[in-house]
Nanobody, 132 residues
Framework: QVRLVESGGGLAQAGGSLRLSCVAS????????MAWFRQAPGRQREFVAL?????????YYRESVRGRFTASRDNTKVTTYLQLTGLEPESTSLYYC????????????????????????WGQGVQVTVST
């Protein structure tokens, strides 16, 4: 049974940092795209970032977080990370990790999947709250 478990959320002040982790289990994720989404109260879930399986991994971010959020992964630990810096109150959300079989490779064009429907497995989410 595939399972994704997020951790590392919490309360941070504006301008602060947090690091989210997502541990995967239940199958091999060696060639899977890992992604982060978030959902703020009263809003739809939205794409935040993705990271591919190869090293060095290709990444892609939504425009509003570029330069502030960084995705990384440790394939030996089957763990994906999202480093959040320069946090803003607007960053307050429930953050989810998700995964899907990769359609990209180190020698091919990066296929960017930002739709929820593109992802097969989801974690339960971790809350990030940013205060002013």
């Amino acid at each position: 049974q595939v399972r994704l478990v997020e951790s590392g959320g919490g309360l941070a002040q504006a301008g602060g940092s947090l690091r989210l982790s997502c541990v995967a289990s239940g199958r091999s994720f060696s060639r899977y795209t890992m992604a982060w989404f978030r959902q703020a109260p009263g809003r739809q879930r939205e794409f935040v970032a993705l990271i591919e399986w190869w090293t060095p991994a290709a990444t892609y971010y939504r425009e509003s977080v570029r330069g502030r959020f960084t995705a990384s992964r440790d394939n030996t630990k089957v763990t994906t990370y999202l480093q959040l810096t320069g946090l803003e109150p607007e960053s307050t959300s429930l953050y989810y990790c998700a995964t899907r079989p990769s359609e990209s490779g180190p020698s091919s064009a990066l296929k960017i999947s930002v739709r929820e429907i593109d992802y097969d497995y989801w974690g339960q989410g971790v809350q990030v709250t940013v205060s002013t």
